[in-house]
């Protein structure tokens, strides 16, 4: 399985990123993105991913995702403002760090 997942991921990075600077008509997408609520729930039922983190990008255009699963695998998921959303990279062996504290945040 996590092998069929790398092949598609492997065969999806070129054509997300084209996807997600908007270079690929809306049809190769469809290839490789889904609805933000279906790649969600394909996530958790096929990988027992949850979400981790989020932030935006590209100035309010994109939400990122990360979601990790218990076994180490990771997942990075890029959705734009009309609820489509990219798997842009994913992986193994996901370790969390603690979090840096900023100086503003360093106790007096």
Known sequence: MKRIKRLLIASAVVPISL???GAV???AQAAVCMPHEAAVANLEQKFGEQVAGVGLAG??????ELFVGS???W??????????????????DWTD????????????
Not at 59 to 64: E, K, M, T, W
Not at 83 to 88: E, H, K, Q, T
Not at 97 to 108: I, Y
């Open 19 to 21: 996807a997600l600077t």
């Open 25 to 27: 008509p809306n049809a």
């Open 59 to 64: 100035r309010g255009q994109s939400l990122v």
């Open 71 to 73: 076994n180490g695998s």
């Open 75 to 92: 997942t990075i998921l890029v959705t734009r403002t009309n609820g489509i959303a990219c798997v842009a990279s994913s992986g193994e």
């Open 97 to 108: 760090l603690p979090r840096a504290t900023k100086a503003s945040e360093a106790p007096a």
